[in-house]
């Protein structure tokens, strides 16, 4: 089964306490449907102005991502540009230049509309509403949201909230979307506003998974250094995405979430291993295998007699 | 197999955000040996005044705590007062008079001194030391300390280092002692200091394990309400500690630390259910093997085809 991916494709300048790179590929999307390909084939929706590298389009063809959602206009590619601060967990954007798609309207290619497992990466959500007027009836849709649209487009966020199965979205968010400063309790909160499971980031802390009555803590990856932090979230969920489209048969239940939260966390450990999505590009299915069973071990204990 | 325990002994005065509690019994030797009771037989040391309550002293009793090393003297017992934050995580010392325990000098009572397991809870580390000082060969030690230590006390601490099998300590501690940002860097640089195994605890996080090339990522519960963190790191120590002492037999390896850790973190979630140790008065072993259970469950995942 594929996974439809919807969301931006950036070119990012990224300034880390000891590197700088400039033009590299970004933006939700990317992050997320080269993460999905390493379970699953991927549908891509998204947009691109004419300056956007060919070696890109390329490195996302060679990964197995339909481009057939994707759409290439006159002008520029969004750009972004961030900083890290010496801790790499503080982030600050430098700037923002949205170009083509400040007017990006998704949509979606006949072949797409009968996706089964969506994933609605971080855009604006009356956009990722948008997607999903023009789907017959997906089996489980997964939204992430940001910060922004919790402050602007708070409405539009509701709205799509009881429309999709599951969300993720990181700490700091949950705190701000609910209110509340307990994590559990903003965890079940988030559920009674629309989404059956809600999944919460936290960083170097790992994640929580929460469903009806069912909870699931997963660690993140002891990683010494973290090159680059951006897309980590994509790439989880992406991972997760792309998890789920390989091996669910019938409805998505807690059992199979807990292994994609897992195998979410294992994509986005080895994304922050360098700049963009470098590690992406050499990452191999031993590899994956290989640190999920690290997962494994680091979670595991037993009474011994 | 008893456990050793030194440490303070207090009455504390202790407000939240929606509660005030006064004269309660406090102390990190009270936590730990508590904690530690649940497994085990417990030895304790440490010092009270003449207004200790014969109460609490009837509830050490009924726990098995032996308090043969406990010295009871003319004064006033050791006072702490704090108070907690609204989001529970922050907290500020509002006063803290040592009393009788300004002059204490820990001695172990000739039943003592051959204790397999020792768990040299957080008072001074010079304290800590002239207990080792006066042990023949103990199996396993377990050192816990505080901030104020790595302040005013480093090399009395970095002298108990060397002396110790296992140090606990929380986040910003564990960053503060070795300037590393990185809790996995810091881990494996106290583990340079002395300690083979090293566990940072990381409040509504969880808990992280450092061992020779091995690392175990704990849990923490997910406790919608918390209200009272007072002990929360000593109930963790002592339920630890006191689990090893009742489990293991040979060298203590990393598989039994996992298990302790976990059982540790159990009874600390218990404790920060209520005030003081009143959780800890009516939990039952039945209570214990629930949540052991549920840290099961919550931290289980299975590849499902």
């Known amino acids: 089964m594929s996974v439809l991916v919807v969301g931006s494709i950036a070119l990012d300048t990224v300034k880390t306490p000891v590197e700088e790179h400039a033009d590299l590929l970004g933006g939700s999307a990317s992050y997320a449907a080269v993460g999905a390909s390493f379970f699953s084939p991927v549908k891509l929706v998204g947009i691109v102005g004419d300056d956007f590298p060919s070696d890109h389009i390329d490195f996302l063809k060679g990964r197995n991502i339909d481009l057939g959602g994707l759409q290439q206009v006159p002008g520029k590619t969004f750009r972004w540009s961030g900083e890290y601060m010496w801790d790499m967990n503080t982030r600050e954007t430098r700037s923002v230049d949205l170009n083509v798609f400040e007017h990006f309207t998704p949509t979606l290619p006949a072949g797409y509309t009968d996706s089964q497992i969506v994933l609605l990466a971080n855009i604006a959500p009356s956009l990722q509403s948008h997607v999903l007027d023009q789907m ?170």
Chains 1, 2 share one sequence.
């Open 136 to 305: 017959s009836r997906p089996q489980f849709v997964i939204a992430d949201t940001m910060d922004l649209w919790i402050n602007i487009a708070r409405a539009d966020l509701e709205a799509l909230l009881s429309r999709v199965d599951m969300l993720i979205l990181n700490d700091g968010e949950a705190r701000q979307l609910t209110g509340e400063t307990s994590l559990i309790k903003a965890g079940a909160k988030i559920r009674e506003m629309g989404p059956k499971f809600v999944a919460i980031k936290k960083g170097e802390h790992g994640c929580l998974l929460f469903g009806d009555g069912e909870f699931f803590s997963c660690a993140a990856y002891p990683l010494e250094d973290i090159h680059d932090p951006t897309g980590a979230g994509d790439t989880f969920a992406g991972g997760l995405a792309g998890y789920l489209a390989a091996s669910v048969r019938g409805p998505v239940g807690f059992a199979q979430l807990r292994a994609a939260v897992v195998f979410g966390s294992v994509l986005a450990s080895f994304n922050v291993e360098a700049f963009s999505l470098e590690r992406l590009r050499t990452l191999t299915q031993s590899d994956i295998d290989s640190r999920y069973q690290s997962f494994r071990l680091m979670s595991q204990f037993e009474v011994i007699g």
